[in-house]
């Protein structure tokens, strides 16, 4: 099994199951695979739910996908028609994802909430607005929400301004025969004319003002985006820290723990030892006693010896 199957397996587990088991992947896997299994990262709740969602119903990500790429193109043309039946497309399919999302996590026992569920919204508009945002929920190994898109679309609350239709030149009333003179056809064609560009030119104002306006939120949208992200980056890398500290620390108690197991066997070799050797120990010590007790004695009856011999002899003489 290859480390992406790997890596599958471990993005559908529930994220508090995620660490325990890649740390245990990463144990059994060949050298190659198991550093790029500890470097997959533990999911958020929402990240998990988006990709328990791609797993059970890729038809309506394919969909959603499709979607994405009619809706830029839409964008792109400036297609105000198109814009507004798409978004009507959208907004029925975030909402239908957003509800099939909430009940997926229920039935795998983990419901979610209204946070969450803005997480996942917002992935899902993301992925229609950039195909790269798209191919990675695609992948079902998401690690965290994605943000928003800026400008692009119906978010969860933004509203579309397509473009306004053309209108007709307003009709004159023709003036009576008694009150005005009838005016000449070709200074009727010239006003309607004229009249036609101040509406073309009016029209071209509004629509560069909307334009403006939106690049303005988009732009602010971008700074806060990629603030948000540094922040993003900075917690990830402390993450990373983190967790490199923990996975030195388990390391460390390993090796603790294997010389303390180490130690501990040879206390019960010493103890097996130390019974093997007390029994003929004590039994030296007690032969030990028995021959000192025999020498005392011995050297007793010598000194007993040696005085009765240097003892004066009787009356009958010297010796």
Do not use: C
Request: charged residues 35%; hydrophobic residues 40%.
């Amino acid at each position: 099994m290859g480390w992406e199957e790997v890596a599958d397996q471990l993005y559908a587990l529930p994220p508090e199951q995620f660490t325990a088991a890649r740390d245990e992947a990463a144990k059994t896997a060949p050298r190659g695979q198991a550093a790029k299994i500890r470097a997959l990262r533990r999911p958020t709740l929402a990240a998990w739910a988006l990709n328990l969602l791609v797993r059970s119903d890729r038809d309506r990500i394919t969909a959603l996908l499709g979607l994405g790429e009619q809706l830029r193109r839409a964008h792109q043309d400036l297609d105000g028609r198109q814009l507004r039946a798409l978004s009507q497309q959208q907004r029925r399919l975030v909402t239908a994802l957003s509800q099939e999302t909430q009940q997926l996590a229920a039935e795998a026992g983990r419901p979610v909430g209204e946070s969450v569920l803005r997480e996942v919204e917002a992935t899902v508009q993301a992925a229609l607005a950039d195909p790269d945002a798209a191919e990675e929920l695609a992948t079902g190994r998401m690690t965290k929400a994605l943000a928003p898109p800026a400008g692009f679309g119906p978010p969860v609350s933004a509203t579309v301004h397509p473009l306004r239709p053309r209108e007709s030149a307003p009709q004159r009333k023709a003036p009576s025969r008694a009150s005005a003179p009838a005016r000449p056809a070709s200074v009727t064609y010239l006003s309607r004319r004229a009249e036609e560009a101040e509406e073309r030119a009016r029209a071209e104002r509004e629509r560069r003002a909307r334009l403006s306006e939106a690049r303005a939120e988009a732009d602010g949208l971008e700074r806060e985006a990629r603030a948000a992200e540094k922040e993003a980056a900075v917690a990830e890398r402390r993450l990373a820290a983190a967790e490199e500290r923990r996975h030195e620390a388990e390391d460390r108690v390993r090796e603790l723990e294997a010389a303390l197991r180490e130690a501990r066997e040879a206390l019960t070799e010493a103890r097996k030892a130390e019974r093997t050797a007390r029994a003929p120990a004590r039994r030296a010590h007690e032969t030990a006693e028995r021959d000192r007790r025999r020498a005392r004695e011995a050297s007793t009856q010598v000194e007993r010896l040696r005085a009765e011999d240097a003892a004066p002899r009787g009356r009958g003489g010297r010796r």
